[in-house]
Nanobody, 126 residues
Framework: QLQLVESGGGLVQSGGSLRLSCATSGFTLDNYVIGWFRQAPGKEREGISC????????WLADSVKGRFTISGDNAKNTVYLQMNSLKPEDTAVYYC???????????????????WGQGTQVTVSS
């Protein structure tokens, strides 16, 4: 059974950092793309990053580029989202998700993702 479990969320002051983890089980990262999404109160869920370890490709949304970094540890079946210089507008529930892929790139369109974690809350105070 494929599972994704996020952790690492919490309350942080503006300018601070957090590292989110997405621990996966039931599949190997070599064959799946992992994406990070977030949903702020009253807003639609948006894609912010994805990683494809097959092609060593990553993508970051413009809103987080230069502040967030995505990485993966295939041995641990875990993907990380390092978030630096956090802003109050980064406050949201963060989700990781996965889809099986034979391509080298990753896609940030939500509809292609088949498996989702339960989410972890990130709150950035001003």
């Amino acid at each position: 059974q494929l599972q994704l479990v996020e952790s690492g969320g919490g309350l942080v002051q503006s300018g601070g950092s957090l590292r989110l983890s997405c621990a996966t089980s039931g599949f190997t990262l070599d064959n799946y793309v992992i994406g990070w999404f977030r949903q702020a109160p009253g807003k639609e869920r948006e894609g912010i990053s994805c990683i494809n370890s097959r092609g060593a490709s990553t993508w970051l949304a413009d809103s987080v580029k230069g502040r967030f970094t995505i990485s993966g540890d295939n041995a641990k079946n875990t993907v990380y989202l390092q978030m630096n210089s956090l802003k109050p507008e980064d406050t949201a529930v963060y989700y990781c998700a996965a889809y099986r892929s034979i391509q080298d790139m990753c896609v940030w369109i939500q509809s292609v993702y088949d498996y989702w974690g339960q989410g972890t809350q990130v709150t950035v105070s001003s």
